[in-house]
């Protein structure tokens, strides 16, 4: 008996001491940088950008958009949401396109992105589906609303889509999304555009079940951008703003959660996700979301390439007619 009470202190020790390496030196690699993401968009023409617009979240924060009005009285409207380390700048090609279309369309600085918040990081899962909700409230986008994502972006739309506030969006449009590091839709570090903390996130997550948030600042993934892009783009996400921009941990369960109107484009020549895989993914789900898969089409492609910015339109058209105006 003895020997087991000195016992239980020492695994409690070994515990501790793993504990603290992971998250003193778990942390993510940095990846070389990946000119298909980020190299597209040295081409965009940026002279027509919206300056960036403000509302006040329900901590007081003032975060970032971007709005582009169409021509005369307004449609119906889109919010987008960026990738992984972007901004609303990289929305400018398709948020313009829809606006030329009679949409409202806005294009998000995600909180932790661009003008909004710290770079990187937030203060809590959840705060991001809160400054969504917060952004409805303030701007009150004309109806029928569409949330668009990318990326990260899309995955978050999921996650948007799948909660008890998806009804804030009339439909939804997921552009290639992030649907789970184990979803088969997956490749190995999205194709080299990420790499992953997984020591540290194990940890941190173990830590944040039992409200230990004292590292949550600490870097758990970091982009595959180069120098000149880091001084613009996000880097690296904290544990909180990592869990947060993606579909909840139960992604299959999120697949079936979602109810509103939803359709998927991606390109067939992404490089970050399988985009083959996606059809079979929601069928298994019991879900029958119309999946579109674009010829000659990159991951961000899908918001840059003409075919692929007019499909998109389409798209979103084609949502906000109903169910009965077929997708080309």
Do not use: C
């Given at each position: ?45 940026y002279s027509g950008l919206p300056a960036t617009r403000q509302f ?273």
């Amino acid at each position: 008996m003895r020997k087991f009470l000195i016992t239980l202190p020492l695994v409690a020790l070994l515990l501790l001491a793993g504990l603290a390496a992971a998250i003193a030196f778990g942390g993510p690699g940095e990846p070389p940088p990946m000119a298909s993401i980020t190299d597209p968009f040295k081409d965009v023409d940026y002279s027509g950008l919206p300056a960036t617009r403000q509302f006040a979240a329900r901590d007081g924060t003032r975060l970032a958009y971007r709005a582009y009005a169409p021509f005369g009285l307004p449609r119906g409207s889109v919010v987008l949401v960026h990738g992984s380390s972007a901004s609303s700048a990289s929305m400018h090609v398709l948020a313009r396109a829809l606006a030329d279309s009679g949409l409202a369309a806005y294009a998000l600085d995600i909180r932790g992105h661009g003008e909004s918040g710290t770079k990187g990081r937030i203060d809590y899962v959840g705060q991001l589906d809160d400054d969504l909700q917060d952004f409805m409230r303030s701007v009150q986008p004309a109806r029928p609303a569409t949330l668009a994502g990318l990326s990260a972006g899309g995955g978050f739309a999921l996650r948007v889509a799948a909660g008890e506030r998806q009804t804030l969006f009339d439909q939804y449009l997921l552009l290639a999304p992030f649907i789970s590091q184990d979803a088969p839709t997956y490749r190995a570090d999205s194709g080299g555009w990420v790499r992953v903390g997984i020591p540290r996130i194990v940890a941190l997550s173990l830590l944040d079940a039992v409200g230990v948030q004292a590292f949550g600042a600490l870097p758990v993934s970091r982009f595959a951008l180069n120098e000149q892009a880091k001084a613009t783009l996000t880097p690296s996400y904290s544990y909180a703003l990592a869990s947060n921009f993606r579909p909840r941990a139960d992604w299959r369960g999120s697949i079936r959660s979602a109810h509103q109107p939803m359709r998927l484009l991606a390109g067939e020549q992404d490089e970050a996700f399988h985009a083959e895989r996606y059809v079979g993914l929601f069928q298994a789900e019991g879900k029958d979301v119309p999946v579109t898969l674009l010829p000659g089409v990159s991951h961000v492609g899908l918001t840059l390439q003409p075919q692929a910015v007019q499909a998109v339109v389409a798209a979103v058209q084609s949502l906000q007619a109903g169910p009965s105006i077929a997708l080309r």
